[in-house]
């Protein structure tokens, strides 16, 4: 790598580069930005670039950031801070793209000379463009209105087992905490025929798994034919190869019974749901706007788990939402009581630009958010250690992701049931369905051996 003043000169020196270019992504936030990222690596790797280990190895080091949360986006700025650090001892180009990309634009390089590009979601395919005229930092967040297509090239799939596919995109619900709707936009849809041709795609190149994506993706569709999420099921359920099928993250207002009966027909959708809760107390769920209150969620879980026997539940839940009382609070715990969650994410509540909420005064103290998650996830964790135990000495199917983390010969995979399952194996079995013998558990993971 060589550096070289731009020839048009209208920006500062470029890099340029003589031997194939490295790049390194890093990735903050959900499954949607994971996806986005495999996106960004396809559409680098078919310009001819390579994907380093590490960011001290890359020429370029891309930040796929997320705002949902105010920790989110501290994140980013820390990250920022080390890649300064380390672009002080050598050059290297510097891109920040996703949510805070789009919210924050030009406003992100004020102050930081050391970012040479800012992409937001619509615009990844013009990251080699970017890449080519690095010298002028540039700025490319401008929404296009059709639906942002990648070619089976411009993807490179992180997990040899699982394929993720984004059906829609952007959230017309306007949660009051929630930035989504101006991150990502309103709602759009992929159209079906674009999502079923990536399917037999990721099927063909041995995927066994397909998890839908999109903000409020029960909310799908099809902008030619108007038909739902429930159609994708029944048209992928009829695609050898492909033997689960999951899809992220339901709303419990848009959760018709069209897709619980598609579930129920097709039994390689997975019995497992997200379905973000955010509150058990109705009154704070008014105030969210989410528009069920705590009866419609339980009933809708009662009538969830009657349809699909055995169905895993996981969700969202966010505490110290202004106004959030003791009270309030103590009906969260009770929903979490009834329901016996497999997992929670649970977050304190971080008022976020744009929103409504932003508009109300952050009235919990601190202290109090701290206690409230401490609590809440302490009680999660014993009904999760509970739950996990009881599938000690069972035999469960897993789809193996990859290596473990604890040395040769351990694999990691997930359950229909989307639990992490460790285990030993004497060959590498990434990308199939093994039968794993749990012997032990703790509160987040179960580990076996191969039975
Ligand atoms: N503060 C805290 N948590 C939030 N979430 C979204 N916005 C906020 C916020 N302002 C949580 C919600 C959502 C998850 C992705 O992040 O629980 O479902
Ligand atoms: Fe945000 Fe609510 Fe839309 Fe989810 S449904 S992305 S929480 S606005």
């Not at 949660?175 to 936009?185: K, L, M, N, Q, T």
């Not at 399917?199 to 397909?210: L, T, Y």
């Not at 999420?229 to 959760?255: C, K, Q, V, Y």
């Amino acid at each position: 790598m060589t550096e070289a003043v731009c020839p048009a000169r209208r920006c500062r020196p470029a890099i340029m580069y003589n031997t194939r270019m490295k790049f390194f992504i890093r990735t903050f936030g959900c499954q949607m930005n994971e996806n986005d990222s495999e996106h960004i690596a396809g559409v680098l790797a078919a310009a001819g670039a390579e994907k380093a280990g590490r960011p001290e190895e890359a020429d370029l080091v891309i930040v796929n950031t997320c705002a949902v949360r105010e920790k989110s986006e501290e994140k980013l700025y820390s990250y920022l801070g080390r890649l300064s650090s380390l672009k002080k001892k050598r050059p290297f180009l510097i891109g920040v793209a996703g949510c805070v990309a789009q919210i924050r634009r030009r406003n992100l390089i004020r102050n930081r000379p050391f970012i040479d590009f800012v992409v937001g979601p619509d615009n990844y395919r013009e990251i080699p463009g970017l890449v080519e005229r690095a010298g002028a930092p540039c700025v490319r967040t401008g929404r296009g209105r059709e639906w942002r297509e990648f070619g089976h090239g411009e993807t490179l799939r992180e997990n040899p087992a699982v394929a993720y596919v984004t059906v829609m995109e952007g959230c017309d619900n306007f949660c009051a905490y929630c930035i989504v709707p101006f991150s990502r936009g309103r709602e759009r849809f992929r159209p079906a025929a674009n999502i079923l041709r990536e399917v037999r795609e990721v099927a063909a190149d041995g995927s066994r798994e397909v998890e839908f994506l999109g903000q409020n993706v029960d909310a799908y569709r099809d902008p030619e034919t108007g038909r739902g999420l429930d159609a994708l099921l029944d048209e992928t359920s009829a695609m050898a190869g492909i033997e689960w099928m999951r899809f992220i993250t339901s709303h419990p207002r848009n959760f018709g019974d069209e897709i619980i009966q598609a579930m129920r027909r097709n039994p390689k959708v997975c019995r497992q749901l997200h379905l973000p809760l955010q509150s058990g107390s109705t009154s704070v769920l008014k105030r969210m706007n989410r528009g069920y209150s705590r009866d419609d969620y339980l009933a809708l879980v009662d009538r969830l788990e009657t349809a699909l026997p055995g169905l895993q539940l996981s969700t969202d839940i966010i505490v110290g939402f202004p106004g959030e009382t003791e009270a309030d609070f103590e009906e969260t715990c009770d929903v979490v009581r009834r329901v016996r969650f497999a997992g929670i994410f649970s977050f304190r509540y971080s008022p976020r630009p744009l929103t409504a909420a932003a508009r109300l005064p952050d009235d919990v103290p601190l202290e109090v958010k701290r206690r409230r998650l401490l609590a809440l996830q302490g009680l999660q964790k014993t009904i999760q250690l509970g739950l996990n135990q009881s599938f000690i000495g069972q035999t469960v199917k897993v789809l193996c992701s990859g290596p473990g983390l604890r040395g040769p010969g351990r694999f990691s995979g997930r359950t229909e049931g989307n639990l992490v399952v460790n285990f030993s194996a004497p060959e590498d079995p990434t990308g199939r369905f093994v039968a794993v013998r749990v012997t032990g558990c703790g509160p987040y993971s179960l580990h076996g051996e191969l039975a």
